[in-house]
């Protein structure tokens, strides 16, 4: 390839990372229906319990928007919001992980937090080991070895301009975590120490670097030092492990075989089976089977659903038997940079073609580009592709449907 023309594919890059969709594994909280509502939450747990398998649970613990919300309020909030959940599950529904979603430690002291922690083996059945990720701005004053102490055994250091977050990163690695991973968030022209901060994370080798998502762009993003940072992985020797995830490359890597079994939760994080997730907080959202659905975002409004005994579901939505089978093909393209068109046809016994028959047109810029390649009935992303993954999963839905 000429230094020319590598050029003006690297453009072509710059503008499509900037106009990719946010949003495309799932609707956003707008496109939910009020109508939806406390008795859909219901009806899908009862559905859930008696059909969905495999039976592995996620909880997301998310935050309060204020800062001055008293910890023992928000933690009295939690424990309510988790026992409901409980009070609906069947007894052999497991708890295979936790995610602490970003400011979960900064409202809730150690003390507290390792509370929550242990309300939910109290409250539901969890499996051996459940893991505990908990997700820390590398701005934030929290210490990760008192994350550790209370039973953290993950832990990701989201990317901070202007912040040292390989230093904090280096601290979680030397506390006992039994993974640690590096999140980037899209970087901005005042940030000119992106690429340093992610050149001294390479040094420091943890399992997993998530490359930065278009859900938060800053107000003048730099596409440049994005693809870059892209770059610096692969000549790293990371792997692409499924959505914006890139895996350290001496650990075991799942088959990725387009088959549409490994799926990406509500979360973003890539997983060799699905799970249900429930969504525990103030504007949580939940997945359960089929079903999607959100906690009311204002905190006096869900305090008060959960004083009457409600876990204060605000909207949701049911996915139709075509929208299921398009999250198929898009989870796949998302979890394995690839599909197989032939298993989604066995699966569903319908020809794939027909029921997609409006992506090809939109597919074939990407083929051109060498960003993506048919081989047979198999779909392969390629090269600077694994960056637009957003935009040829979206080509599969409808327009309306991607924002």
């Known amino acids: 390839m000429s230094v020319e023309t590598a050029g003006m594919d690297d453009a072509t890059l710059h503008v499509a990372l900037l106009q990719q969709p946010a949003h495309v594994l799932f609707p956003t ?8 509502a406390e008795a859909g939450w219901r009806a899908a747990m009862q ?32 424990l309510v ?4 959940h409980a009070n609906m599950l069947a007894s052999d529904r497991e708890v295979a992980a936790m995610v602490l979603q970003p400011g979960i430690v900064e409202h809730l002291p150690p003390a507290l937090l390792g509370r929550l922690l242990d309300a939910v083996p109290e409250q539901l059945c969890t499996i051996a080991r459940p893991q505990v990720e908990v ?53 901005c022209y005042a940030d000119v120490s992106f690429l340093q901060r992610l050149q001294r994370v ?32 692969r000549a790293g020797g990371y792997l692409p492990l499924g959505g914006d995830h890139y895996q350290r490359p001496d650990l075991p890597m799942p088959l990725r075989n387009g088959d549409g079994q490994r799926h990406c939760d509500l979360l973003g994080v890539p997983r060799r089976e699905r799970h249900d ?31 009457v005994g409600q876990p204060g579901i605000s909207s949701g939505l049911i996915l139709s038997e075509h929208e299921r089978m398009t999250d198929e093909v898009v989870q796949s393209l998302a979890c394995d940079h690839a599909l197989d068109m032939r298993a989604f046809e066995w699966r569903n016994a319908q020809p794939f073609d027909a029921c997609f028959e409006h992506a090809w047109s939109r597919v ?12 047979g009935d198999m779909l392969l992303i390629q090269n600077e592709g694994e960056l637009l993954w957003r935009m040829i999963a979206a080509c599969f839905r409808p327009l309306a449907a991607v924002a």
């Open 29 to 36: 909280p707008a496109e939910l229906s009020p109508g939806f």
């Open 47 to 78: 559905a859930s319990n008696e059909h969905l398998i495999p039976r592995a649970l996620t909880l997301g613990f998310c935050a309060p928007p204020h800062e001055l919300e008293r910890a023992e309020n928000v933690l009295d909030a939690l």
């Open 135 to 187: 997700r820390l701005d590398a701005a934030s004053d929290v210490a990760p070895a008192a994350l550790r102490e209370v039973g953290c055994t993950r832990m990701t250091v989201i990317d901070h301009a202007g912040v040292n977050g390989p230093a904090m990163l280096a601290q979680a690695q030397q506390t006992g975590f039994t993974a640690c991973y590096y999140q980037l968030r899209v970087p």
């Open 81 to 84: 919001c988790v026992r409901l």
């Open 277 to 307: 997730l429930l969504g525990i907080g103030v504007g949580a959202c939940s997945q359960i089977g089929d079903v999607i659905c959100r906690i009311e975002p204002e905190p006096s409004h869900w305090r008060a659903c959960l004083v």
């Open 202 to 233: 390479l040094e420091l080798a943890p399992e997993r670097i998530i490359l930065p998502s278009p859900a938060l762009l800053p107000e003048y993003p730099l596409p440049t030092d994005w693809l870059q940072a892209w770059r610096l992985l």
């Open 364 to 375: 074939a810029m990407f083929i051109e580009r060498g960003w993506l390649r048919r081989d």
